[in-house]
């Protein structure tokens, strides 16, 4: 069986593709375009990219920067959903896109983290009668044949603002490779690490972090916070957030190979993801995998992994308060810290691991070619 994976080409895709690129369900074979590489600056050199043409519907490809369509008043302003003709001279037997419609010969399934992303349209208010229309026609159209959102809060958006049929759709979240229970040791030191890791700082929710922090602080001597972003900010602006940055804070603003992130995973004792925006969180099911008690917001997906009180805590968005109060009670007590790390790593293996998932999406493959 082999499967195409194209469409949305953003970094947050990257961990995604590279996974089932790297892990695929047993039996299936998977390539992707060749502009995946130069996008997602992907790290794999064993499967080569192959020959894909793609050809967007048509507004943005006929007129480009110079459509009159740019000169309207912005409330008047006027796109079509995410649409794409895909054409593709590789035997493959089935697409699988992410966030993209495709108009194609061959049959296809559509994954996505919120269909909000289906169209331009940051909020479902804004969203016209006629993109939904069209949005709706492609999904309904006789080669797409599975509908896989990654959570519960997607499907229910899907139904409720597409009106699509609930026959269709089914939740399948992102799988990830689990590490082995003898490669997680956590390292013997002192200070309590506290690991953040979002590629844009400010809309992950840093600077709320940032200003916890600092309180943290002036409370605990021995802790240390390390920062994974590819945000970089002058020590002065950090300087206003945290008093001792120089010797609490080691800040990674670089692009670092899969071992290494894996280390940094390994060397914390709590991770935290206070993000203002987040479509679902992969990265909270990478930390709870390495036996991570996380500290996130309670928003959109984010509480169908994390289990408040149970893996980690929920805080409301954009509270630095709450974030203080929950990372104390971690900081506090290693009881805590160890039993929701066990949790945590136990309901990523029961429904996140690329055993579990990568066996559901094999069975999707297959119900898709038959029909």
């Not at 289906?118 to 006789?142: A, E, G, N």
């Amino acid at each position: 069986m082999i499967i195409l994976l194209s469409g949305a080409v953003g970094t947050g895709w990257g961990s995604y593709i590279e996974n089932l690129l790297n892990h695929p369900p047993l039996g299936v074979t998977l390539f992707y375009p060749k502009s995946f590489r130069e996008h997602l600056q992907l790290r794999i050199s064993h499967l080569p990219g192959i020959p894909v043409s793609t050809f967007d519907f048509p507004l943005s490809s006929l007129f480009g920067d110079i459509s009159p369509i740019c000169l309207l008043p912005k409330k008047l302003e006027y796109d079509l959903p995410y649409l794409r003709y895909l054409i593709t001279t590789h035997d493959v037997d089935l697409v699988h896109s992410m966030c993209k419609l495709y108009r194609c010969r061959k049959p296809w399934i559509l994954v996505f983290d919120t269909p909000r992303l289906l169209t331009i349209y940051k909020t479902y208010d804004r969203i016209p009668q006629f993109s939904k229309t069209i949005v709706r026609k492609f999904i309904l159209s006789h080669n797409c044949r599975r509908i896989l959102p990654f959570s519960e809060i997607a499907r229910k958006e899907l139904e409720k603002y597409f009106d699509v049929p609930r026959d269709m759709v089914e939740v399948l979240p992102p799988g990830i490779e689990v590490p082995k229970l003898s490669s997680i040791v956590r390292n013997k030191h002192k200070d309590v690490v506290i690991l953040f890791v979002g590629r844009n700082f400010r809309r992950k929710g840093g600077f709320l972090l940032l200003k916890a922090f600092n309180k943290l602080c002036s409370r605990f001597d021995d802790i240390h916070l390390i920062v994974k972003t590819g945000t970089r900010f002058p020590i002065s602006i950090l300087g206003r957030y945290c008093d001792k940055l120089k010797e609490r804070i080691t800040w990674i603003s670089h692009q670092i190979p899969r071992n290494e992130l894996n280390e940094l995973y390994r060397h914390a004792d709590i991770f935290v993801l206070p993000t203002l925006e987040e479509p679902f969180g992969l990265v909270l099911l990478e930390a709870m995998s390495f036996r991570l008690p996380v500290v996130a917001s309670n928003i959109y997906a984010i509480p169908e992994i994390v289990e408040d009180g149970k893996t980690g805590f929920l805080v409301p968005v954009g509270s630095s308060e709450e974030l203080f109060k929950k990372l104390c009670y971690l900081i506090e007590s290693r009881s805590l810290r160890e039993k929701m790390g066990h949790e945590g790593r136990n309901r990523v293996e029961r429904l996140f691991s690329n055993e579990v998932v990568n066996r559901k999406l094999k069975e999707i493959y297959e119900q898709s070619l038959r029909k």
